[in-house]
């Protein structure tokens, strides 16, 4: 370059110097993404009047996971008479359990618990894990909580539908939520569904253990005790639906847990809705043929149920204990669910725990 001119010199040089200048520095590494944990239930209107249970009630009716022949009959059906009288009607039943002191629904109380306590018993030596709650219907939605872990730096998401077990009117509405969620998301967190628990041991020991728990603080023993699920049509299951198969798992299970055979632990489902055929027996008829037959003394449990909520606290606790005592029964007694009790939150923490395997490092499973 001995020969060359100046001006090509400094040329060159400027060159040299701009390439450097475009190599970017190393970048820092991202901070690890946080692991969140999402509980969800069904859903509970905002109020217990009439609004607010309409509100609920035509998000739940038109999901056609609920109702799935969401043709021009039904609208017709939901819009001109439903949601015209039954609001009225349900709200009545919310204020017989609502909670005065936080203005909520126990469901919403109950689940709100079920998170706080959960986080707790992660611990402090899981500081990456968040947990959070929602409601398929209903607040907190699925979309802002989603959003919110989202923006908190969870780049991994374990969503536990709280139905030990499955049902497309249940389980699946709720992941086709969070599907559709994450659908509008340009940066998607990984995602992981917890399945049904209904054979799950520690499940089935925990809903034996509170049965027994409950009986022996009754003063007086049933002649038979009811394992009250929520009904579905028959024709959900004809389609291949799995949920009475999951339910009669349960049963058995159940039934070998407590030393009960089918004529002491008897499986019945509740909350028929319409004119459709639904699951059977039915609740509320067997509880008045019981009545009717010279039995005195029932209690029932509802196994299908992670959380009180209207369908265990008024269906079964008030309206089915009438039903019994105006048929000739003398003692009916309705079971909690597991709830937030230490059995329950045994199970939720176990599901939550095997199923962040390869999330979570193994010394912090302990």
């Given at each position: 370059?001995?020969?060359?001119?100046?001006?090509?010199?400094?040329?060159?040089?400027?060159?040299?110097?701009?390439?450097?200048?475009?190599?970017?520095?190393?970048?820092?590494?991202?901070?690890?993404?946080?692991?969140?944990?999402?509980?969800?239930?069904?859903?509970?209107?905002?109020?217990?009047?009439?609004?607010?249970?309409?509100?609920?009630?035509?998000?739940?009716?038109?999901?056609?996971?609920?109702?799935?022949?969401?043709?021009?009959?039904?609208?017709?059906?939901?819009?001109?008479?439903?949601?015209?009288?039954?609001?009225?009607?349900?709200?009545?039943?919310?204020?017989?359990?609502?909670?005065?002191?936080?203005?909520?629904?126990?469901?919403?109380?109950?689940?709100?618990?079920?998170?706080?306590?959960?986080?707790?018993?992660?611990?402090?030596?899981?500081?990456?894990?968040?947990?959070?709650?929602?409601?398929?219907?209903?607040?907190?939605?699925?979309?802002?909580?989603?959003?919110?872990?989202?923006?908190?730096?969870?780049?991994?998401?374990?969503?536990?539908?709280?139905?030990?077990?499955?049902?497309?009117?249940?389980?699946?509405?709720?992941?086709?939520?969070?599907?559709?969620?994450?659908?509008?998301?340009?940066?998607?967190?990984?995602?992981?569904?917890?399945?049904?628990?209904?054979?799950?041991?520690?499940?089935?020991?925990?809903?034996?253990?509170?049965?027994?728990?409950?009986?022996?603080?009754?003063?007086?023993?049933?002649?038979?005790?009811?394992?009250?699920?929520?009904?579905?049509?028959?024709?959900?299951?004809?389609?291949?639906?799995?949920?009475?198969?999951?339910?009669?798992?349960?049963?058995?299970?159940?039934?070998?847990?407590?030393?009960?055979?089918?004529?002491?632990?008897?499986?019945?489902?509740?909350?028929?809705?319409?004119?459709?055929?639904?699951l059977e027996p039915a609740t509320d008829r067997t509880v008045r043929r019981l009545a009717r037959d010279g039995t005195r003394n029932i209690a029932v449990i509802t196994p299908g149920f992670s959380a009180d909520c209207l369908e265990t606290l008024e269906e079964i606790a008030v309206a089915n204990a009438h039903v019994f005592k105006r048929y000739g029964g003398k003692n009916f007694a309705a079971i909690p669910c597991l709830n937030d009790s230490a059995a329950g939150m045994r199970v939720i923490s176990h599901l939550v725990l095997r199923e962040l395997k390869g999330w979570v490092q193994?010394?912090?499973?302990?």
């Open positions: 370059m001995q020969g060359e001119p100046l001006s090509h010199k400094l040329a060159a040089m400027n060159e040299v110097s701009s390439a450097a200048k475009a190599v970017p520095p190393a970048a820092k590494p991202a901070p690890a993404a946080k692991v969140a944990v999402l509980l969800v239930n069904l859903g509970t209107p905002e109020a217990a009047n009439a609004a607010a249970v309409r509100r609920y009630l035509k998000q739940f009716l038109t999901d056609p996971r609920v109702i799935e022949d969401q043709g021009p009959l039904w609208q017709l059906v939901l819009n001109g008479a439903i949601l015209r009288v039954r609001p009225h009607r349900k709200a009545r039943s919310y204020a017989k359990i609502w909670n005065r002191e936080k203005n909520e629904s126990p469901l919403k109380t109950i689940t709100r618990s079920q998170a706080e306590k959960l986080a707790v018993m992660l611990g402090p030596q899981r500081p990456r894990i968040a947990v959070d709650w929602a409601m398929r219907y209903g607040e907190p939605a699925i979309a802002s909580r989603l959003e919110a872990l989202v923006a908190q730096g969870c780049g991994r998401v374990l969503v536990l539908p709280l139905y030990p077990q499955y049902c497309a009117a249940t389980t699946a509405t709720a992941g086709d939520e969070v599907f559709r969620v994450l659908a509008r998301m340009r940066f998607q967190p990984a995602l992981r569904i917890a399945p049904p628990y209904y054979n799950d041991t520690v499940y089935v020991e925990a809903v034996a253990s509170a049965t027994r728990a409950a009986l022996a603080k009754l003063d007086f023993t049933p002649d038979v005790i009811l394992a009250s699920f929520h009904g579905v049509p028959q024709a959900y299951v004809d389609q291949g639906d799995p949920y009475y198969a999951q339910c009669l798992e349960t049963m058995r299970l159940l039934r070998a847990a407590l030393a009960l055979d089918e004529s002491r632990l008897i499986l019945t489902f509740q909350s028929r809705f319409g004119r459709t055929k639904w193994k010394t912090d499973d302990g």
